[in-house]
């Protein structure tokens, strides 16, 4: 089977900064388009930014020149550089990923990871 698994969240002051990770395993044939989401309190989920496997990227108007995605292919890896964080940043953050893997290896399957929490407050 195949898991994401977030690392890097937690509590920061307003204009701080965070680094989220999450990395895919499992037996993992192939990985497209990989992501970030975050839902906050009484809030839908809402895309932060995501990242084809050839690097093009794509970002919310919110985080847009603060926030950084960035992938390491060898290492079935995502990132997410959260600078100048504010108040309105806290949320649960979830990776995101279409996989192909070993039973699934014709289309990509979508996976989450489990969500990391990040707080920002004084």
């Known amino acids: 089977q195949v898991q994401l698994v977030e690392s890097g969240g937690g509590l920061v002051q307003p204009g701080g900064s965070l680094r989220l990770s999450c990395a895919a395993s499992?037996?993992?044939?192939?990985?497209?388009?990989m992501g970030w989401y975050r839902q906050a309190p009484g809030k839908e989920r809402e895309l932060v930014a995501d990242?084809?496997?050839?690097?093009?990227?794509n970002y919310a108007d919110a985080v847009k020149g603060r926030f950084t995605i960035s992938r390491d292919n060898a290492k079935n890896t995502v990132y997410l550089q959260m600078n100048s964080l504010k108040p309105e940043d806290t949320a649960v953050y979830y990776c995101?990923?279409?996989?192909?893997?070993?039973?699934?290896?014709?289309?990509?399957?979508?996976?989450w990871g489990q969500g990391t929490l990040v707080t920002v407050s004084s």
């Open positions: 990242i084809t496997r050839g690097g093009s990227t």
């Open positions: 995101h990923a279409y996989i192909k893997y070993a039973g699934y290896v014709y289309t990509y399957q979508e996976f």
């Open positions: 499992g037996s993992i044939f192939s990985i497209n388009a």
